[in-house]
């Protein structure tokens, strides 16, 4: 079982930065690729990025590379996206997830895959 609790959302002006963290509770964060998704009102919840296991790849959303960072800290049990160059469009409520593997190299983009998701937390742009 892991539970996840996400921090870092707030308000910030269009062209800002905002550094998101999840924190995952349970010994098995090193043994889950993660993922960082987000829903804006009235649309789906979409894919925004993903790392593998061991931390070695990463993958992006169209809309966010460039601009977005994911990373790992296996050792404090916590992923992180930084959002940089902010857009009104990035306003959403964000979401980490995470998925329990035996790959270390394999990244994972769509929600059905993710075993595991956090409560989210709210990032809002202002233009």
């Known amino acids: 079982q892991v539970q996840l609790v996400e921090s870092g959302g707030g308000l910030v002006q269009a062209g800002g930065s905002l550094r998101l963290s999840c924190a995952a509770s349970?010994?098995?964060?090193?043994?889950?690729?993660m993922g960082w998704f987000r829903q804006a009102p009235g649309k789906e919840r979409e894919f925004v990025a993903a790392?593998?296991?061991?931390?070695?790849?990463?993958y992006y959303a169209d809309s966010v590379k460039g601009r977005f960072t994911i990373s790992r800290d296996n050792a404090k049990n916590t992923v992180y996206l930084q959002m940089n160059s902010l857009k009104p469009e990035d306003t959403a409520v964000y979401y980490c997830?995470?998925?329990?593997?035996?790959?270390?190299?394999?990244?994972?983009?769509?929600?059905?895959?993710?075993?595991?998701w956090g409560q989210g937390t709210q990032v809002t742009v202002s233009s």
């Open positions: 349970g010994p098995t964060f090193s043994a889950c690729a």
């Open positions: 790392i593998t296991r061991s931390g070695g790849a990463t």
């Open positions: 997830a995470a998925k329990l593997t035996y790959t270390y190299s394999t990244y994972y983009t769509e929600r059905s895959e993710y075993d595991y």
